[in-house]
């Protein structure tokens, strides 16, 4: 039962290099999620997903991009970071029938010098 | 979409109850109230979820009044492991509310 799992875990970065963080889900859920979380801040919503193929833009969504190829997998991309989106990343998912319950990934967390 | 206020952050002693509100007066009509609990370095994970009036588990109460215009989430008997942050989440994938959006949650400390 391994739910909703984030790659990698820990990652730095130097200001202006890009990379990719991977979410992966094994309960078919059509809904998913980013969130970023600050130090001492609450989550923000960076993009998400309603199915394959379709995305959307969230509360903080700049300096990023995401992709849906596949229904199991949502991908968030940074193409050129900076020492602002130093954060954790938490990925999470949904079935579309769902009142609100999301299941999250344990995070990750990213480090921009 | 119902946007949610909490309060910043709670104290209170072990053995004891402990009630936190959360305010969400645009809340629509097919919205749900959900609450989450997130420990530091691990993601948030559903506590509880209700509609209106009472629901209760094997973890805590949510109540919700009659113009579910706030709702409070009750610890029974809290002890240090529930020493977390507590999100309120008002939406509904039902209801085609999908930008489900967290508030600042409240930290919540218990003290020995």
């Known amino acids: 039962n391994a739910g909703v799992t984030q790659t990698p875990k820990f990652r730095v970065l130097k200001t202006g290099q890009s990379m990719t963080l991977l979410c992966a889900q094994d309960?078919?859920?059509?809904?998913m999620y980013w969130y970023r979380q600050d130090p001492g801040m609450g989550l923000r919503l960076i993009h998400y997903?309603?199915?394959?193929?379709?995305?959307a833009k969230g509360e903080v969504p700049d300096g990023y991009n995401v992709s849906r190829l596949k229904k199991q997998n949502f991908l968030l991309g940074l193409e050129s970071a900076a020492p602002s989106q130093t954060s954790v990343y938490f990925c999470?998912?949904?079935?579309?029938?769902?009142?609100?319950?999301?299941?999250f990934g344990e995070g990750s967390r990213l480090t921009v010098l | 979409l119902a946007k949610t206020t909490q309060p910043i952050s709670m104290d209170s002693y072990e053995g004891q109850e402990v009630n936190i509100t959360c305010s969400h007066n645009?809340?629509?009509?097919?919205?749900?109230i959900t609450w989450y609990q997130q420990f530091p370095s691990q993601g948030p994970r559903f506590i509880i979820q209700?509609?209106?009036t009472k629901v209760t588990n094997e973890v805590a109460s949510l109540f919700i009044p009659a113009d579910r215009k706030s709702s409070t989430l009750s610890l029974p008997r809290v002890s240090l492991s529930d020493t977390a942050v507590y999100y309120c989440?008002?939406?509904?994938?039902?209801?085609?509310?999908?930008?489900?959006?967290f508030g600042t949650g409240t930290r919540l400390t218990i003290i020995p």
């Open positions: 999470a998912s949904t079935a579309f029938q769902n009142t609100g319950e999301l299941f």
């Open positions: 989440l008002v939406g509904s994938l039902a209801g085609g509310n999908e930008k489900l959006t």
């Open positions: 997903s309603v199915g394959e193929g379709t995305t």
């Open positions: 309960m078919n859920h059509e809904y």
């Open positions: 209700g509609y209106k």
């Open positions: 645009n809340i629509a009509t097919n919205d749900y």
